[in-house]
Structures are given as structure tokens and as C-alpha cells.
């Protein structure tokens, strides 16, 4: 701390350069901010997808029998099933999409990752329209429990209308779900009695299996079940179905990574060049601390540090701007995809450090070397 | 004036060697940028020329009203009989109408490079299918026959798919279906699905509704005639549309989303970029600012050093954005990828090439300015003075 002061004033000597650079490194890191939130979300996707939790998908058409659900169940090393359809809609304006997913207890049994109370099941239960909701879709549309929500849809009901008015029974803590339009989940069976189309059927079955070494096997076992039924069905480990639906488009990790890297590249040419300059302007200076009696690693530690705190400083600016920026983004994206987890501010303070030593290292290193005789004279 | 001006950029242009490192900031500052930026344009525009290569003026596309697609539109075989004989259609050597009512669906497969699923077009055709589309050749093997459960496929689908070899097995809800030949469409969206026979394939999914009916028009100006019959049919709902036209909404969503990303971190980066280039530009200036204060002593004018300065920014500009442009074209053009179910080849067109220059010279453009104004303005007694 006793030295901040002099790494201070070396850091505004020139404060139009130390400025500019600054504002480049800003900018690197909103980008940075910004596309590994994005890899984050997508990540988290991923992570929370589950090794040992297979879908199955009709291989042609749209719909299964629900009464596929028993046969399931008694494949070797299933544990459980849940059935679900669903019903897309908005509520008020077709902007506010909202996906219901209809389903019963058993889905959040093959969802544990959706901290559900009992007691909240159990009013869910209770309530045939009743829907629970994930925090992060109630916060946007401002849903409480209690409200009354019409859905509108394409799916018309015993009333003859396609609204569908749902009561939110209870908020529940949403996992990410990027790209999502949130968790919604209603009973199933009051779904299918109020429908007039395709009723005993679902859209997926959920199923968790023992060993997730045994996903491949099961998998062709439950395809093989219905292979010659009206209804033939695809399974596959939901890792497998996260990772094709994210990659269908085009891959963003390899995307993110490539534009990150080429950011920080040119990054890197910035702050050396900064350094390089900032030191080559105070050989004079710097060898008058030398004669003064500052060791030489005091003066690379001084170099680096100047480097460092400006990196740092950049680094803060630009992750807090993209905090800021990425709701932007949500109209495009979805919930889910602005978010920032703190391992991307952490990487992203890393980033920083690295970037300052490696382009503060040699102007540091040339400080270090300083020959005060030489330095005085100007040479 | 000229002479002038040729004069102090030429002295100016000959000192950048001393200062190359820094020099160095604007040119890969630009060049990352326009890389990034090409890179992600070349994906829509390959898109693009693929899709819309496969509509042609001279069809016309009829779907159910309202639909936006054909996986959206549903039409009654009476629907087809309809639209087949309205006005405008062109007719073969048999007198038959040259037209196709389609049927489409999709099958998940596993893609060769990363083992995930992907889903593929099977396009259920009518036997005109080939007189309809003249560009959809054959290359090996022969046409699928009606009745029978067999498809041919795309040459593009095939390079990305394992297990499309002729004679090889398509699960499909009726059984397997063998593959019996392959095509090849001038490399546009057809080449990524599997054609079969629509009535063969509508009746394996059980289903009675077409999704299209594509014709060829007498001529690309009969189109208003062909479109006024069907949508002032009382007994149709119909939508018509060119099939360039289809083919070119059907492109714009994913165009739309890679234009805009392009536009973001391209235009995040770009800011970043400019900075680098202020920077060094000032720097330049600074150090250069005897000489330049020399110059204007002896009479030169300032329009001749801003000139100076700017050519400089222009020049390493120039340099980034065709050394970034040109690494985007060494690495993406023609790199094959499949998106939403078309496979098609990244392009980095001419077009793309001058659209990363010209970002890289407005670039340079701003980070020049306004270190040329600050070297015009030097005064001129101080800065001779300054050691």
C-alpha cells in the first residue's frame, strides 16, 4: 500500500494513453462478459442435464400413448416415469410466451433438480387448474399465487375457446433453463380431460434410470418395446438431447470461444504496447528510483503492478457494463441466457491478471535491467 | 497543395518502420475484428445462397393460408386437385400439369462429426418431381418407385450423415425404406433431404393431407394469374408465393439472428479497436511532434499533415482488415455445416470480402481523425522547443 502512491502517478503520467487503453480493455471484457454468460447458461444446460435421466421422444409424429408409461416402467433398471404434454400460449400479449408443461407428482420426481415442498405439491395436487411456477418467468410477468392467468393458445378446450385460465398455486426457485421460456407446470390430468385433440396422449416420457452406464442399453431396450407399435419412440440420455438442440443451429461454444480468443489477442497488443511505451518514456525516471535505492524486482514489481491495476480496473468496468447490457439481450434469448455466475467474474479477474503479466512482463523485465549509469545519460 | 501533401505522407509513410510495434495495435486491433465479423457473416450468407438457390421465379409455392411454412400448412387432395388445374401452370409433353403436391416430414439421425441427432427432411414428391425441378440430377443409382419403400438422397445430406450409402436402411414408421439412389440440385437446401414418393411416404405416416403443391408457371409473368384463380376461389384457403420468395423468408430468421450477432460483438469489438488505434495514432503524433512543428515552420500546411496522419491510420487499417478478412476466407469459405436441418458450405463472398475493408477503413477513418486535428493544431513555437 506504501507504494501506491508512486504506481498511481505511473499509471496517469499520460492519462489520454492510460484512458484509451483503459476503454480497449473495457470493451474486451464486455465482450467477454457477455459471451461467457452466454457459455455459462449453456454449460449450466448441460450440467444440470442428467447422465441418468433418459427422454423418449415419438420418432415420427408428435404424440405417445400415455399408456406407454406402464410398459416403460417395467424395463429392467427403470426407476421411474413421468409422462408430460404441453401448451404453448401467451399470456396477454404474444410476447409473453409461456410453455405449460402437463404433468403430474412423478415429473418432479424425475425433475429433483425443482425444489418443490411437499406442502406445495400437495396444494398442486389439490388444485386441477392450479400451475406452479418458476421465479424466474413469475418475476417477469409479475405473477403471484393466487392470480387467476389466462393462456391463450391453439389448442381449443371442452368450452370451445383456446383460453386456458390457470391458478398459480405456488413460486417455485427456477434452474437454469436458458432459452427456455421458464418452468410452468400444470396437472396433467385436467389437461387432458379439458382437451378436445389427442387426448391419452404425451409429447415425452421422463425417465430415470439406476446406473447411468446402463442409459445406452435401456435406451434400445424401450426403443425396441415400440419399435413395431403405431407410435415408435426415440430415447436418448438427456445430455445427448440438450447438447443436439443447443448445437442445431450453430455451435455457440466454439463460436464464444473464437471471438473471446480473437478479443483478448488483440487485447494483449494494447496493454503491451502501453507498458512498452510508459517505460521506454520514464528510463530516466525509473533510473533515478534505481539510484535512490529501489531494488531492481522493486521496480519490475512497480512495472507489473501498474499493469495489473489497470487490467483489474478494465476488467471491473467492462463484466460490470456487460451485467448491465445483458438483459438487452433477453427479448432475443429468452430468460436464462443474461445471467452472469460468478465463476465468469472470477474467470474474468484471471483473465485480467494474465493479460496485465504477460504484457507488462517484458517492459518490467527491461525496467528490471535498467543500468543507471546508462539510463542518466540517455542512452 | 498536392505536392505538398504527397510529400509529407510519403516522409510519414517511410517512418513507420520505426514504429512497428505499436503500429502493430491497429493492425491486428482491425484485423480481429473484421475476422470475427466476416466469420460470422460468411454463415449467413452461405445460408442464404443456399436456401434461396432452391426457389425459382418461374414456381410458385401454394400453402394452406396462414401457413408459414410447409411443415405448417395442410391441403386436402380435393385442395390439390383444385390448385392443379388452375390457369398459369405449364404443361409437360403429356399435357399433365407440371406440379408436385408435397408431403414433408423428419427423421432424426446421427450426425458423422459429433454423434448428435439431427433431424432430416424427407420430402414426399409427386411423379412430376423431376420435370418440376430440372436442376435435381441424379448422379448414382435411380429414381425411387412409386409404391415401393425406397428414397434417394442428397449428395450434400449424405456427407454429413453415416449409413445414407445406396442400399442402406431409413427407419421410417412403415419400416425401413432403402436408399436407391443419390442427387445432386446445384448445391441448394433439396441436397439435404431424402426424396421419396409423397403418396408411398404420406400413406407409411398415415396421413391424407399434403403440405404443398409446388408448380411451374407458363411463364414468371403468370404468376398474378395463377395466384388471382386460386385466392379468389371460394373453395380454397390458400396462401401463394413465388418460391424465391418462400425460400427467401423461410432464410431470413437465422439471417436475422447472425446479422444482428455480427453487429453486436462485431460492433463491441470495433469500439475496442478504435481505442487501440486513438492510442496509437496520439502516440505516433506525440512523436512525431517536432518534426511536424518543423514542417509547418517551414510552410507546410495543416491540411497536408492531417492528410499525412490519416493516410497512415488508413494504411494499417487497410493492412488488419485485409490481413483479418483474408484469414476468415483461409478458414470458413466452403467449410460445410448443417443448421436447422440444411447442410450447406460457409461463404465468404467478394461482397463480404469489401464489407470487412470498408468496416476496417471507417475504423481507421475515426481512429485517425482525431489524432491528425491534434497534430494540425500543434503550436508550432512549443513543440520545437520540447525535448
Redesign the interface.
Known sequence: MRYFPLVWAGVWRKP??TV??L??IV??F??FG??QGVDASVAQTLATSRLDRLFVDP???DTLPIADLRQIETVPGVTLVAGRSGLFGYWRNPKNRVFVIMSDERFFAARPELNITGDQLATLRRTPDGIVVGDAIAGRYGWKPGDRIPVTTTETNRDGGAIWTFDVVAIIRDVGNPGQTGYVIGNYDYFDRGRTENQGTVTRFLVRIRDPAQAARISSRIDQLFANSDA?T?T?PEK??A??DL????NIGA?TR??VG??F???L??TA??M??SVRERTPELAVLKSIGYSDDGLLALVLSESVLICLAGAMLGLGLARAIMPLAEP?FGPGFAQMPPLVVVDGLGAAVIVALASGLLPAWRARRLVIVDALAGK | MLGQIAAVTLMNLRSLPQRLGASSVVVIGMASVVAVVVAVLSVSTGFLETVSRSGSPERAIVLSSGANFTGDSNLTRENVATILGAPGIRRGADGKPLASADYYNAVPLTKKGDGLTGWVTVQGAGPEIFALTPEIRLVTGRPFKPGLHELIVGSLLQSQYPGLEIGDKVPLPSGDWTVVGVFESNGDSHESALLGDAETLMSAYRSNMFNDVTVRLDSAAAFDRFKAALTTNPTLQVDVMRENRYAAKQAKPLDDFLTMVACWVGGIMAIGAVFGALNTMYAAVGARSREIATLRAIGFGAGSVVVSVLAEALLLALLGAGAGAGLAWLFFNGEVTVSDGTVYALAVTPALLALGVGCGLAMGLIGGLFPAIRAARLPVAAALRAT
Not at chain 1, 247 to 250: H, K, M, V
Open positions: 489520454a494513453r484509451f487503453t476503454l480497449s470493451v474486451a464486455v465482450l457477455i459471451l420418432r415420427f409424429g415408435p426415440r436418448q445427448v438431447s447438447q443436439s448445437n442445431s443451429t450453430f463460436f473464437s471471438v480473437a478479443a489477442f488483440s487485447l497488443f494494447v504496447n502501453t512498452a511505451q432475443q
